[in-house]
């Protein structure tokens, strides 16, 4: 956004008034004014030697254009005492804003917190989707406010969000929870801190997702069944995974039905988010190569052994099969390895490949099968699928011969 003409006339003059040192700049940030220079002396709260840096001072006098010569005597004073080495830092409860003396105290923040979470629970989110992915977020906020007196959102925002790696999944998580905490307050989010955010598809893996190959699958099952702790329900529970691309919440209320011969799930689970939710769905079995068209007998396996109770009465089913998996990746191996990168959703992502390139399904018809929207289907495995036919369509160009030059 542009700066006024009355901020710019202002940096003019105090450009003109430090005799033309640079290095300091006026900047209207949340309708103040502040100073900002790397001449600074360090906070309070910073640590001895710490590397130099742009540092914001905000001024008391208010930003409109006819205040302009008592915000230039102000910013003045504070670059000539800083020159005099004689400026120090206002104490934090002697310089709040007007009107925001508490709000980005823990207190308060817990207080809006509480506010939105009355407004999400029940209505878009679950009280374990609160726990497990907001709560983490919002506690990691309110230790950070404790840990001195914060003057400006940006800089308590800045330091929270930098706890997380940058491209990560989880900045990404926390920057949306503190964006949407300060939508529910009322309170103007720094536009400042967009690049924080990142981009998670920045650090994906070039290939795509990790799925399981067949040969994988073959071993996970030779594993399970060999397993002591393991029996036939769990095989069930993970064919299931297998055959039907599930998430593993949608073991929960699971039927299994047999139309000639051929296994059919009908899957009454929803998933239930800010963007919607999905109904119930019906999806036909895509087995592996080399698996019988009935899933090795799934649904009469289904009829007789279930579904472990441990699986589908576990608040979130994905975290006991996760258990599983790890404790059978580090079994000795029977026929092949079993990478510990592997997790329960690479069964679904092999069953989305096998609809894509197997079957050769277009991407809503593979999308509607596994119960989300065409846009995330190709998000996630557009790599996986695109670049085969890429590949193969740009070999083809390369080995067609040239034409003949008189024709």
């Keep these: 956004m542009a700066s006024p003409p009355w901020l710019k006339d ?41 590397a130099p840096k742009v540092r914001a001072v905000t001024l008391q006098t208010s930003a409109a254009p006819d205040k302009t010569s008592e915000a230039l005597t102000e910013a003045m004073a504070i670059h000539e005492a800083v020159m005099a080495g004689t400026w120090r830092w206002p104490d934090p409860e002697d310089c709040l804003p007007a009107g925001n003396e508490r709000r980005l105290r823990p207190e308060e923040l817990n207080k809006v917190i509480l506010r939105l979470e009355k407004g999400l629970l029940g209505e878009t989110v679950g009280i374990s989707t609160w726990q497990r992915t907001y709560l983490p977020y919002y506690g990691k906020l309110t230790q950070q406010a404790a840990n001195r007196h914060w003057l400006l959102d940006e800089e308590l925002l800045e330091t929270t969000l930098r706890h997380w790696a940058p491209n990560s999944r989880s900045r990404q998580m926390a920057f949306n929870r503190y964006r949407q905490l300060w939508k529910a307050a009322g309170w103007p989010w720094p536009e400042s801190l967009a690049p924080l955010r990142g981009n998670g598809k920045a650090v994906a893996p070039p290939e795509g997702v990790r799925a399981f190959s067949d040969e994988e699958i073959t071993e996970l099952r030779a594993r399970v069944e060999a397993s002591l702790r393991l029996g036939a329900a ?25 139309e000639q011969g051929h296994p059919v799930a009908v899957v009454s689970h929803t998933k239930r988010n800010s963007r ?11 087995p592996p190569a080399g698996w019988p068209a009935d899933c090795q007998q799934l649904v009469d396996r289904f009829l007789t052994y279930g579904l472990p109770d441990c699986v589908v009465q576990h608040r979130s089913p994905g975290e006991v099969l996760s258990q599983q998996l790890k404790r059978l990746q580090q079994r000795q191996a029977i026929a092949a390895e ?5 997790t329960s959703y690479g069964l679904r992502h092999a069953f989305a490949l096998r609809l894509g390139l197997d079957l050769g399904l277009h991407v809503r018809e593979s999308a509607a099968l596994m119960g989300h929207s065409p846009a995330v289907h190709l998000q996630t495995y557009g790599r996986r699928l695109e670049m085969p036919r890429l590949e193969a369509r740009v070999r083809e160009l390369v080995n067609r011969p040239p034409l003949d030059a008189d024709h």
């Design 338 to 342: 079993l990478p510990s990168e592997l």
């Design 276 to 286: 919607g939710s999905t109904g119930q769905r019906r999806v036909p079995a895509v």
């Design 10 to 50: 202002l940096s003019r003059s105090f450009k003109r008034s430090r005799g033309g040192r640079g290095g300091w700049f006026l900047q209207l940030h949340h309708d103040r004014l502040r100073v900002l220079s790397a001449e600074l002396p360090l906070r309070p709260d910073e640590p001895a030697g710490a």
């Design 234 to 258: 769990d095989l069930v529970a993970w064919d299931c995974l297998v055959a039907f691309g599930l998430r593993p919440a949608e073991l929960k209320g699971l039927v299994l039905l047999k």
